[in-house]
């Protein structure tokens, strides 16, 4: 995962996810901001969708989603996915990576990741 040197100003606590063929894609996701968990249910196009909207509702992010790929980093049903994300917002992109067996969750957590980046480099450009 990408790592650099800074504090995470979100931390993903949990996501439960609801989807189906006969049911809405929902999830409900926690995120504990400045010491507050924070918790958001969204229904979405998709579970992962779902999930990412619901992160963006809690981060108050206007980011754009330029590019979601996923890869199976290990082999077998309980194979490790990884996921990265390119997120835009302004002039400013991040890139995030997540990896878990349960792809939705790897999803939020490159997600999160890809948030917290953009919010360093944000603050690393409003000091130069």
């Known amino acids: ?4 040197d800074y504090d995470d100003k979100f931390k993903l606590v949990n996501i439960n996810v609801k989807s189906g ?5 929902e999830a409900e996701v926690g995120i504990e901001l400045g010491g507050t968990l924070m918790t958001e249910t969204v ?6 969708d779902a999930v990412f909207k619901a992160i963006s509702s809690i981060t108050g ?5 330029l590019r979601y790929v996923v890869n199976a980093i290990t082999g077998g049903t309980d194979a490790l996915g990884e996921v990265t994300v390119r997120i835009k917002e302004g ?6 990576q997540g ?6 969750l790897a999803s939020a957590k490159a997600y999160i990741n890809a948030l917290n980046r ?9 000091t130069v």
């Not at 992010?61 to 989603?65: A, D, F, N, Q």
């Open 1 to 4: 995962m990408i790592r650099a």
């Open 91 to 96: 002039n400013f992109i991040a890139l995030g």
């Open 61 to 65: 992010t206007k980011s754009k989603l």
């Open 43 to 48: 229904i979405g196009d998709g579970p992962v």
């Open 118 to 126: 953009l919010e360093h480099i944000k603050r690393e450009s409003a």
């Open 99 to 104: 990896s878990h067996t349960d792809i939705i």
């Open 21 to 25: 063929t006969a049911t809405q894609p």
